[in-house]
């Protein structure tokens, strides 16, 4: 989706623009996984700030990643908002405060598209206690536990346990 935000840099306006849009984001991998698994839905309002465009977006969507210890798939829907000052300028450069656009012309869609994959979780649980798999037979411990023995011992060092046991 496209705004022209032309009338809030010149700040002929003072109203609010509000925007809603739908867009399929299903083809975006992330770390090896398509995490959005349908549209996302996006609000948002542009208003006139000093020369500047204030852009605010409430994301909502559904998220489906494995869990990084028991590798089991989990959905759930999230919510985001997103805050934003535009300026239009020619010139390219670093700034915490602004996101310097060139053009008037705003594409939201990748603009939202930055936002949420910054974001999504660097590391995803399926729940805060997971217990995740058994190092020895693979078996997720959140289902049940498993008859593995738990104290592997590499077998390089047995001749040490050996020595102690004498001792």
């Known amino acids: 989706m496209k ?3 032309k009338p809030f840099f010149s700040n002929e306006t003072e109203e609010t623009l509000s925007f809603c849009d739908t867009v399929d984001f299903t083809d975006v991998e992330w770390n090896g996984v398509h995490p959005f698994v349908s549209p996302v839905q996006i609000k ?9 465009a204030a852009l605010t977006a409430e994301v909502s969507y559904d998220f ?14 999230r919510k985001e908002t997103f805050s934003h000052r535009l300026l239009l300028s020619e010139e390219e450069g670093e700034d ?11 594409d939201v869609s990748e603009l939202v598209r930055e936002d949420l994959l910054l974001a999504l979780p660097t590391r995803h649980l399926c729940k805060p206690d997971c217990k995740g798999l058994c190092p020895v037979c693979g078996r997720n411990l959140n289902r ?5 023995r738990k104290k592997v011992v590499d077998p390089r060092l047995e001749v040490l346990k050996n020595w102690i046991d004498r001792e």
């Open 3 to 5: 705004l022209d935000l």
């Open 96 to 106: 915490d405060l602004y996101i310097r656009v060139t053009s008037p012309e705003l």
């Open 44 to 52: 948002g309002t542009v208003s006139a700030c000093a020369g500047a």
């Open 144 to 148: 049940g536990s498993c008859n593995c």
């Open 64 to 77: 489906s990643m494995p869990c990084d210890r028991c590798a089991e798939m989990t959905l759930e829907h």
